[in-house]
């Protein structure tokens, strides 16, 4: 993204014309910005055996899973979905470790059979998995006792979490494993999401590395994602390259003391994907009332949920006025028939006339993601660009695509 003049460009081009060419509201997604970050995580890390796995749930588009396959990235995988578009995209089943909670028998056979290591999430899922598949290797996702985020919503460890083997439950489930025969040759942790301070994240790095040692056969050690990106003005960017020689630093001292040198993984979803898309919306209506003036999209809550669902604050631009005074309180609101319907309450804009196009900023990661047909609205389309160059990797859904798999 850069601004040229009082015009917003994305990947070399005027927003306002990939808007004319594709219509709205449209998620654009630019290359360059999710090979750079990828870049950076992967440069951060100094230590050899790196491996990083992007959280696909951020953004499943087939084009974006091919861009971080050909930087070399493996694919941690939420469901049988998930699988299949990797698998779909060109990732072979051992650069996929499959993550799932309380996931049914039938999913486990689905990875299973496409030769996916099963990240194993509860006491229960490694008595089932024993049943299907007995005298194989699994990974074990842990729960630190630990949890951060952004929001109640995004923390994945803790006393409150649903989710991972609880650390204190290692006896029980060694026992389980001895039970099986099962072969664990990895274990996992997952704190939470947005996260901008690398404390939490190494306190949890800690309690792992010290559960680790309970298992003798270990491959790698994965220690999830959750690595934010500053949305709001006032919040400062992750010190990558501090982060890396810290993470990096305390694995390899740990890796000494176990007598090998195990691979490190990391899961990062929203950072190399977050910043690089922008969703593209037209204002059709300005409605100013006693007590409030709302700017009013073609787009909505169907499109981009975050700040609904979290309260989450996104940028916002005019595409044609980058460089006017933002000095008018707007509500800049949605089509969807809720009133929690916001991409933004009271944000300071210029002055914002009907017909032009706002662009919604960082929306890269959970955005087309989480999109649904709410108010029986079709989704988006989706293009890429790059250095000029554009095209389209998402059709727009139409009416006739809301009928899909209905039976009349």
């Known amino acids: 993204m850069e601004v040229r003049g009082s015009d917003l460009y994305l990947g070399g081009i005027r927003a306002l014309d990939l808007a004319r060419q594709y219509g709205t509201p449209l998620y654009v997604m630019e290359e360059d910005v999710i090979r750079s970050r990828y870049g950076e995580i992967a440069g951060s890390i100094k230590y050899p055996k790196l491996r990083i796995h992007y959280a696909c749930k951020a953004n499943t588009n087939l084009a974006v899973l091919k861009i971080l396959r050909q930087e070399g990235s493996h694919i941690d995988a939420v469901s049988p979905g998930e699988i299949f578009l990797a698998l779909k995209a060109g ?11 309380n996931v ?9 059979e496409a030769g996916v290591l099963v990240n194993i999430d509860s006491l229960s899922q490694i008595r089932r998995y024993g049943k299907l598949k007995p005298g194989s290797s699994i990974s074990i996702r842990i729960n630190p006792d630990v949890g951060a985020g952004h929001h109640d919503h995004t923390i994945t460890g803790g006393p409150m979490s649903k989710f991972g083997v609880h650390f204190s439950q290692t ?9 099986y025969n099962l072969n664990v040759v990895g274990i996992h942790m997952h704190i939470g999401s947005g996260i901008l301070d690398p404390a939490p994240f190494l306190m949890g790095m800690n309690t ?23 949305y709001r003005p006032e919040e400062k960017r992750l010190n990558m390259a501090d982060f890396g020689e810290k993470v990096g630093g305390l694995f390899k001292d740990w890796c000494n003391s176990y007598g090998k040198a195990l691979h490190l993984a990391i899961e990062p979803g929203r950072y ?6 922008t969703l593209l919306t037209t204002v059709n209506t300005v409605k100013i009332t006693p007590y409030r003036r709302f700017v009013g999209t073609d787009s909505g809550f169907n499109h981009l949920v ?3 669902m979290y309260g989450s604050y996104h940028p916002i631009s005019v595409c044609n006025k980058t460089d006017r005074p933002c000095t008018v309180a707007t509500d800049v609101c949605g089509n969807i028939c809720e009133s929690g319907d916001l991409f933004a309450r009271d944000r300071m804009l210029p002055e914002i006339e009907e017909g032009e196009v706002l662009a919604v900023l960082n929306a890269g990661a959970y955005g087309y993601a989480m999109s649904s047909n709410y108010n029986s609205r079709p989704r988006p389309a989706e293009v890429l660009v790059k250095e000029g160059k554009s095209r389209l990797i998402r059709e727009r859904e139409t009416l006739h695509d ?7």
């Open 91 to 101: 990732y072979t089943s051992d650069r996929i470790l499959f993550t799932g909670n």
């Open 104 to 112: 049914t028998d039938d999913e486990m056979r689905y990875a299973i």
């Open 171 to 179: 006896g029980e489930a060694k026992a389980l494993l001895r039970q």
């Open 208 to 230: 792992l590395l010290k559960t680790a040692r309970e298992f003798e056969r270990l491959e790698f050690i994965d220690f999830g994602g959750g690595i934010g990106i500053p």
């Open 272 to 277: 190399p994907v977050a910043e690089a898309g």
């Open 306 to 308: 975050r700040p609904t």
């Open 402 to 408: 809301l009928l899909k798999g209905q039976v009349e």
